[in-house]
């Protein structure tokens, strides 16, 4: 045992003093490799530190023989020429760089502690090897939790994404008809001309209804539209209708080629749905939609003369579409404010930011 304790420390000693050397083998493994560019080289400096903790903890663990007798017992005694052991002669071509570089290292200096040490280098390397496998059983555990997570939030981002869909373009759409219905029954004994152009627009909206719940599901809506903003949200106000349309003011101002597709369809939903909220629930006489677009950030307000409500913690019922909004403005880094109070309109303010790619056009 003794002389066991006494080889194990030798070998320690030399792989202490070749540690130096290793490293260099493992970094120009890593370089000759895929680690070339420039924008590598914190991955090259990253691999080399953990290479050298692992190195560290194997000369601690056989200078104290605290792992390399198990290591040293586990190998079987028949060797190749080469000094190494047959059952891992067709392990190189998986093991690491970080292995073959201290086993070319160590076997070239296996004269220095003597021709009866090769079974303890044989033992290191088997020590050497199991740590490494270790680290990258680690690595890779941590590495599946982390893709794990991931798969986890982005099935939840998916099922509010879908949520959103569904109401902004079936749901809205949806009220939208039953409003129609409803001018539909009142107008239908006074005016049936004009209750009949009611239930035709209801019986539209429906069908349009039914084709963006196909398009959701199916994931093919169509991104963009070729129409300009105001055109798109002016069209949006006038079909909604009613016995006595509010009046309507909508202004945009600014390039509108300096959104990005992606954000000009999110601006498009965010302010459609403020402006639906205030048809709805306002009962205003005049509903105003501002949208100003900056080259680094959007600006928009929906502002009403309705009948306002406490926008306390819990929005009043009705208003579900706010989280919605709120929810595609905080994805791009933006936010929704609503500001109101019983008998004093409501005003929901905007603001997006603008970042990558200037294109696209509303959606």
Known sequence: MVKRREACSRVAEVLEARVDEILAAYEAS????????AADESDVQRHLDHARGILARVVSEMRHATGAT???????????PD????ERAGDFSRTPALFDA?????????GETGRESTEDITGALSLLHRRIVERQSTVSRAHLDSLLEQAGRAKAEERRRIARELHDEVAGYLGSALNLLDLHDLYRDSH???????LDAARDTI????GNLRDVMSGLRPLFSPEPLRTALTKDLEAMGGAHPPDLRVSVVGDESWLPAGVAKEVYLIVREAQRNAVRHARASA????????????????EDDGVGFDPGPAPPQGHGGLLSMRERAELLGGSVVLES??????????????KGERSGRHA
């Open 30 to 37: 890593l370089r000759s490799d895929h680690m070339e560019s």
């Open 70 to 80: 198990a290591a040293v017992h586990s190998v079987h005694t028949r060797f190749r």
């Open 83 to 86: 000094g190494l052991p047959y």
């Open 102 to 110: 201290a086993v070319h290292t160590l076997l070239g200096g296996a």
């Open 192 to 198: 049936p001309d004009l209750a009949r152009q009611r």
């Open 207 to 210: 069908v349009q209804s039914l």
């Open 287 to 302: 509903i105003k939609v501002e949208v100003r677009i900056e080259p680094d950030r959007i600006l928009a307000s929906v």
């Open 341 to 354: 109070w019983p008998g004093g309109g409501c005003r929901v303010l905007i603001r997006l930011l603008l």
